[in-house]
């Protein structure tokens, strides 16, 4: 949420740069704050399409990964909507 709605983006009474002081703080928020920006314009309507081969996959798609993750943020992360959706 704080990536999404840009809490971290400069303004111009900030005298610290928050990306880097929280990308600095863990490697996974470096990844979060690298990532989440690429993830809030990708349409992932595909996921209301059926996955035929579920029963004969033996990986997750990266390209599907990648939607489901969209999803997931454009949803606060909160799974049981994602479920749902």
Same mark, same amino acid.
């Given at each position: 949420?704080?990536?999404?709605?840009?809490?971290?983006?400069?303004?111009?009474?900030?005298?610290? $740069?928050?990306?880097? &002081? !929280?990308?600095? !703080? +863990?490697?996974?928020?470096?990844?979060?704050? /690298? $990532? &989440?920006?690429? #993830? #809030? %314009? &990708? %349409?992932?309507?595909?996921? #209301?399409?059926?996955?035929? $081969?579920?029963?004969?996959?033996?990986? =997750?798609?990266?390209? /599907?990964?990648? =939607?489901? !993750?969209?999803?997931? &943020? +454009?949803? $606060?992360? +909160?799974?049981? #909507?994602?479920?749902?959706?």
């Amino acid at each position: 949420m704080v990536m999404q709605h840009g809490w971290l983006e400069p303004h111009h009474e900030d005298t610290t $740069d928050a990306k880097a &002081v !929280m990308s600095a !703080m +863990n490697p996974d928020y470096a990844a979060i704050i /690298r $990532d &989440v920006p690429k #993830l #809030l %314009d &990708v %349409d992932f309507s595909s996921l #209301l399409l059926p996955c035929t $081969d579920y029963a004969e996959q033996t990986e =997750i798609q990266k390209d /599907r990964f990648w =939607i489901l !993750m969209t999803c997931a &943020v +454009n949803y $606060d992360l +909160n799974f049981a #909507l994602v479920s749902r959706y």
